[in-house]
């Protein structure tokens, strides 16, 4: 029986260190400079600090200021002309589309930005449900990945035995959370090496955690695993 495939978006199924985060990184200083009343430089600080410590500037945004998340991922994400930058290696593609087993998405990111970018990339077909960042509250709280409890709720709502998941992701903090719930993983490393501020700077690339099952650098890799 094939696995049933949890997929990150952002530098797992697309670069978006180049397409993407800088855009989306000068978009939430914008708003935090605007909405807290900050400078340019307290606002990108600000920014980067929620973002290291909680996996997701709104969740400290949420918690410590009262912004509203709609509001938030509404203002962010609207990344004008976006589509046209998008990329995808065609056989991590063709890769992914001929994957056997069960694919879903499973994303920080806002809903209507993961349809923009599936649609780009034409992918909207290979996944049977996708999870943004919306759908990641427990008890009414915003819980984005690493939360191991946001995970246990989602794989209870859509009725996935653990033992049977992949998650495939490009942050390695997210995947010790699924690994603690018993779930395989992947670290996908292809576009690591394009983004040297993310979370994974400083990390040796060519080591593996403990709770990585594997790391790959191509989705035609996945094809073993069936």
């Given at each position: 029986?094939?696995?049933?495939?949890?997929?990150?978006?952002?530098?797992?199924?697309?670069?978006?260190?180049?397409?993407?985060?800088?855009?989306?990184?000068?978009?939430?200083?914008?708003?935090?400079?605007?909405?807290?009343?900050?400078?340019?430089?307290?606002?990108?600080a600000l920014r980067?600090?929620?973002?290291?410590?909680?996996?997701?500037?709104?969740?400290?945004?949420e918690r410590h200021h009262g912004i509203r998340a709609a509001h938030f991922l509404a203002q962010t994400h609207t990344l004008p002309g976006l589509e046209r930058d998008l990329h995808m290696p065609a056989s991590h593609r063709a890769a992914l589309k001929r994957l056997r087993g069960r694919k879903?998405?499973?994303?920080?990111?806002?809903?209507?930005?993961?349809?923009?970018?599936?649609?780009?990339?034409?992918?909207?077909?290979?996944?049977?449900?996708?999870?943004?960042?919306?759908?990641?509250?427990?008890?009414?709280?915003?819980?984005p990945k690493p939360d191991a409890r946001s995970l246990r709720v989602v794989l209870a709502r859509l009725k996935l035995p653990a033992h049977r998941c992949v998650?495939?992701?490009?942050?390695?903090?997210?995947?010790?959370?699924?690994?603690?719930?018993?779930?395989?993983?992947?670290?996908m490393q292809h576009y690591l090496k394009d983004n040297p501020h993310g979370p994974e700077a400083g990390l040796a690339l060519h080591g593996k955690p403990s709770w990585v099952c594997a790391r790959i650098r191509s989705l035609r890799s996945l094809h073993a695993w069936t």
């Open positions: 029986m094939p696995p049933i495939w949890l997929f990150d978006l952002d530098n797992t199924l697309h670069d978006a260190s180049k397409a993407v985060f800088w855009r989306l990184n000068g978009a939430m200083t914008d708003y935090i400079e605007a909405e807290l009343r900050l400078s340019r430089e307290e606002a990108d980067l600090h929620y973002w290291r410590r909680y996996g997701a500037t709104l969740l400290g945004l879903i998405l499973l994303t920080n990111a806002p809903a209507e930005y993961a349809k923009r970018v599936l649609t780009a990339l034409d992918l909207s077909d290979c996944f049977e449900a996708v999870v943004s960042i919306e759908g990641m509250r427990v008890f009414g709280e915003l819980r998650l495939v992701e490009d942050t390695v903090a997210n995947l010790r959370s699924a690994r603690r719930l018993r779930m395989r993983t992947v670290w």
